[in-house]
Nanobody
Framework: QVQLVETGGATVQAGDSLRLSCLASGKTFSTVYVGWFRQSPGKEREFVARIARSPGLAFYADSVKGRFTASRDNAKNTAYLEMNNVKPEDTGTYFC??????????????????WGQGTQVTVSS
């Protein structure tokens, strides 16, 4: 079973860049699709990005497209979310999640069976 731990959250200013990491334990990380979600107080968990099992194929929410880049290094058991030109509306707790089945409904949190504990990102204006 894969376990996920996110790091890299911080308080930054609008326009800054930030990179989140998601370190996986377990031997099957390369078989898991990785999603990134975020959640703010009082709001539902929101899809941010998803990367396929092989590096290179990624999908993004419209709100982050062109600013965020999801990637992974299977040799290091790590997924990344590069966040550029961040905005105050990017504030939230960011979670990485694993989908071991390869669901087509990848924007839905319920399709993921493995979750990290989250890392806080705060963007000030």
């Amino acid at each position: 079973q894969v376990q996920l731990v996110e790091t890299g959250g911080a308080t930054v200013q609008a326009g800054d860049s930030l990179r989140l990491s998601c370190l996986a334990s377990g031997k099957t990380f390369s078989t898991v699709y990785v999603g990134w979600f975020r959640q703010s107080p009082g709001k539902e968990r929101e899809f941010v990005a998803r990367i396929a099992r092989s590096p290179g194929l990624a999908f993004y929410a419209d709100s982050v497209k062109g600013r965020f880049t999801a990637s992974r290094d299977n040799a290091k058991n790590t997924a990344y979310l590069e966040m550029n030109n961040v905005k105050p509306e990017d504030t939230g707790t960011y979670f990485c999640a694993g989908d071991s089945r390869g669901s087509a409904w990848y924007r839905r949190p319920g399709e993921y069976d493995i979750w990290g504990q989250g890392t806080q990102v705060t963007v000030s204006s």
